[in-house]
C-alpha cells in the first residue's frame, strides 16, 4: 500500500510561496499529482508529473506552481508562488500506478490519497 508524507503547508501572505512535499512509499514509477479542496467547493486538480516527469498544471496555476520529482528522495513537490486568496485550500497528494506518457488532473484517475495538508494565503 501506498504511503505518503505531506509537508510545507501554513499560512502565507498574498504574493508569498510556499513548497509542498509529498514523499511516496510506492515505487518511483508512479505518477503524482496535487489536487486541493477549498472551503464549499468541489476538490480540483492542481497540477500531476508523470512517471517521466512530465508536468500538467489546471489554468489558474500555471506560471504560477512548479511541480517536480526527485527520484532518489522519492518526493514530489509543488513550489507555489505569487500566492493569492483563491489558493486557500487543503491540498491532497495522490499517486496512481502508470505508464502514461501524460498525467491526468482527474481525482478518479488516482488509486491512493493522502490526507492532505492546509494552505492559509492571508493577509
Known amino acids: 500500500q501506498v504511503q505518503f508524507v505531506e509537508s510545507g503547508g501554513g499560512l502565507e501572505q498574498p504574493g508569498g510561496s510556499l513548497r509542498l512535499s509529498c514523499a511516496v512509499s510506492?515505487?518511483?514509477?508512479?505518477?503524482v499529482a496535487w489536487f486541493r479542496q477549498a472551503p464549499g467547493k468541489e476538490r480540483e486538480g492542481v497540477s500531476c508529473?508523470?512517471?517521466?516527469?512530465?508536468?500538467a498544471y489546471t489554468n489558474s496555476v500555471q506560471g504560477r506552481f512548479a511541480i517536480s520529482r526527485d527520484h532518489a528522495r522519492r518526493t514530489v513537490y509543488l513550489q507555489m508562488n505569487n500566492l493569492t486568496l483563491e489558493d486557500t485550500a487543503v491540498y491532497y497528494c495522490?499517486?496512481?500506478?502508470?505508464?502514461?506518457?501524460?498525467?491526468?488532473?482527474?481525482?478518479?484517475?488516482?488509486?491512493?490519497w493522502g490526507q492532505g495538508i492546509r494552505v492559509t494565503v492571508s493577509a
Open positions: 510506492g515505487p518511483d514509477y508512479y505518477t
Open positions: 495522490a499517486a496512481v500506478s502508470s505508464f502514461k506518457l501524460y498525467c491526468p488532473l482527474i481525482a478518479t484517475e488516482y488509486d491512493d
Open positions: 508529473i508523470s512517471h517521466n516527469d512530465i508536468p
